[in-house]
C-alpha cells in the first residue's frame, strides 16, 4: 500500500527565516507529485506539480521554491518568509492526475 | 478559464437531514468531476468521481449526477450524519493538464 509523509507536522517560524517542508510517497514508483497551499478555511491553490525527478513546474509565484531530488520525495522551501506564507501547505501524489491522494498537511504560522 | 463555483461558504443541518451542495462548472469541453472531503487536521479525499462516460457517481451514501446541460455537479446524501461534518470540494481536470480546478468548498455543520 501506498503511504505519504508530510514534517513537520507543524511549524512556527519568524518573517525573514528560511523554511524546509518534505514529503515522502513508499509504495508507488514514479508518482506524479504536487504541492498545495490552503489559507485557513480556505480553497486549495495548486503552487507546484513534478511528473519526474529533477523536473518542478510552479504553478503560482509565491516566493516559494520546489525541488524533486529523489523519486519518492518532494521538498518545498524559501529562503525568507513572509507573513503570507502562514496557512496549511498539503502534499500530494498522484498516477493519472486525476484522483490526488494527500498527506496529512503541515500547518504554518509567521509571525 | 475553466471554472468552478460553489455558492455555498457553509451548510448546517441536524442529523437526518437531506443534504444538497451546489457545484456549477465552466470548461469548453467535457471534464472529469470530482467530489474531495476534507476532515479536519486532514488532507482532501477523494469522494466521487464521475467522467462523461458514467453520468453518476455514489460513494458512502452520497451522490452526485453530471448533468451537462446546467453544466452542474451537484451533491446529495439522503440523511446526514454528525460523522459527515467536512469541508466538501468541488473539482474538475480537463485533458492531460495537470492541474485541478477546485471551487472554493463549503462546510458542512451537523447538529447533533
Known amino acids: 500500500a501506498q503511504t505519504i509523509h508530510q514534517w513537520p507536522v507543524a511549524e512556527i517560524k519568524a518573517v525573514g527565516s528560511p523554511l524546509s517542508l518534505g514529503c515522502t510517497i513508499k509504495?508507488?514508483?514514479?508518482?506524479?507529485l504536487y504541492w498545495y497551499w490552503q489559507a485557513t478555511g480556505g480553497t486549495l491553490q495548486q503552487l507546484f506539480y513534478?511528473?519526474?525527478?529533477?523536473?518542478v513546474e510552479s504553478v503560482v509565484q509565491l516566493n516559494l521554491s520546489a525541488s524533486r531530488p529523489k523519486d519518492d520525495q518532494f521538498i518545498l522551501s524559501t529562503e525568507k518568509l513572509l507573513l503570507s506564507h502562514s496557512g496549511f501547505y498539503l502534499c500530494?501524489?498522484?498516477?493519472?492526475?486525476?484522483?490526488?491522494?494527500f498527506g496529512h498537511g503541515t500547518k504554518l504560522s509567521v509571525l | 478559464g475553466d471554472s468552478v463555483t460553489q455558492k455555498q461558504g457553509q451548510v448546517t443541518l441536524s442529523e437526518d437531514d437531506f443534504l444538497f451542495i451546489n457545484c456549477t462548472y465552466s470548461?469548453?469541453?467535457?471534464?472529469?468531476l470530482f467530489w474531495y472531503v476534507q476532515y479536519p487536521g486532514q488532507g482532501p479525499q477523494l469522494l466521487l468521481k464521475?467522467?462523461?462516460a458514467n453520468n453518476k457517481g455514489i460513494s458512502r451514501g452520497f451522490e452526485a449526477t453530471y448533468d451537462k446541460g446546467t453544466t452542474s455537479f451537484h451533491l446529495q446524501k439522503a440523511s446526514v450524519q454528525e460523522s459527515d461534518s467536512a469541508v466538501y470540494f468541488c473539482?474538475?481536470?480537463?485533458?492531460?493538464?495537470?492541474?485541478?480546478?477546485w471551487g472554493s468548498g463549503t462546510k458542512l455543520i451537523i447538529k447533533p
Open positions: 473539482a474538475l481536470v480537463e485533458g492531460s493538464n495537470y492541474q485541478l480546478i
Open positions: 509504495g508507488k514508483s514514479s508518482p506524479n
Open positions: 513534478s511528473i519526474t525527478v529533477g523536473q
Open positions: 500530494a501524489w498522484s498516477h493519472s492526475h486525476e484522483r490526488l491522494f
Open positions: 470548461t469548453t469541453t467535457y471534464p472529469t
Open positions: 464521475v467522467t462523461t
